[in-house]
DNA sequence: CAGTGGTCTAGACCACAGG
DNA sequence: CTGTGGTCTAGACCACTGG
């Protein structure tokens, strides 16, 4: 039995950290519930609440109604990465951020493009390439499509100095969206722009983004070699 | 004004967002505080601040204690991924996982990896290289450093039918990681175990995980070539 | 049906940091 | 010093879901 009380939520959170991980609590375990835990620490249920609400938003616990909080079998690790303007993660590093736009025009996209924002197969939609370049060496090349249906002001707008990649951000809002991370090999064209080997191993991301029902943007990232993103568990 | 009341912090949520998107507020804007909204809202305060810290995790507002509440003008996109184990995720998919262990004995490490364990660069640790497959077809690739200091269980154990991908879950408790995303290229050696083309550009994970003050594992994941991670914003 | 987590409330005090 | 968010409390009712 425990003779200390906790005051706050994170001291209770910490308190069952630490039992998980002493194996006081193994995994698959039942816990106490709510109200019995609130009584040993001597706080109130709801304090118990926030502590427990945290632990397994991180997935170290699992929480149903009437069965009550287990320990998590599977800890499933969960990444958070931040995904910011590219302009900001190259001046956050100290470095001094340029940006040239290669192209600028409306084009009907490939199939590829135009399933994956679910906009009708022939419609134009506007297609800007450009590359983002850390103290002077090239540091990502941004390959995107938008729809100028759904951003009108896009149409208007030359992106030569300012990159699609943040006009959008404070232009078009967006409701949800998705993203993939993988890595492909750099074509001829990359090649050139990346200043790097042809065939070479690029971190690549894809992004769509959707205001309601209609897709606003998907984009392709392709890093420079070496390229990583880093999180914390 | 509006009239409707909000009775739960979901909908506050909502709307708070709703008002975020339509520029009500504007990026930069300082919202008003907590006791107005709810009064506005027709709700408690620690309603609106439920709702607000919400918003707030998400990206959308910046809050400061005196400051007041502000939407945020880099909405910095967080995506969280799921970083499960390798069976479950093949499993999930209703492949048909199979493991096969390729080499396992303590060896002295080179020393980017006992600099990133902090371990004394003398100092063998164990190293357990594995395939992991997908209906019988090559999945990824781990290779992984064990501290046998850290987890003497792990001396004892064979890897030869578990993979340490799993069993260190279940028999390593670790209190934080750094996990890393990259491109790499296929040596002749990945390229004969993952059955690509030498020089394929594979997506690659490297994590490693501390509990307290003591690097547990460090590992290596090379995924299949056309590996992707996906994840929702 | 009953136990558990999910949430709301009103009021209170506190910690921090801007002015 | 003072306004703002951060949190705690006690009590209450609700929603879901397992047995």
Redesign the pocket.
Known sequence: MNTH????????QTEVLRRIHAREWKPGDL????????LEF????????????AV?EAGALD???????RVATQPVAKATLNIAVIRTEIEDRGQTYSYRLITRHDAVPPLAISSAMETSAGRPLLHVGALHSADGTPYAFEDRWIDPNVVPAASREGFETVSANEWLLKHAPYTHGEISFAATSATQEDAVLLQCPEGSALFTINRVTWDGGAAVTKVRLLFRLGHSMRAVL
């Open positions: 009380t906790f005051r706050n939520w994170q001291s209770v816990i106490p519930n709510e109200a019995d835990l609130a001597g706080c109130a249920r709801t304090t118990v609440n926030r502590a427990l609400r397994a929480r149903r109604r009437k069965a009550g909080t």
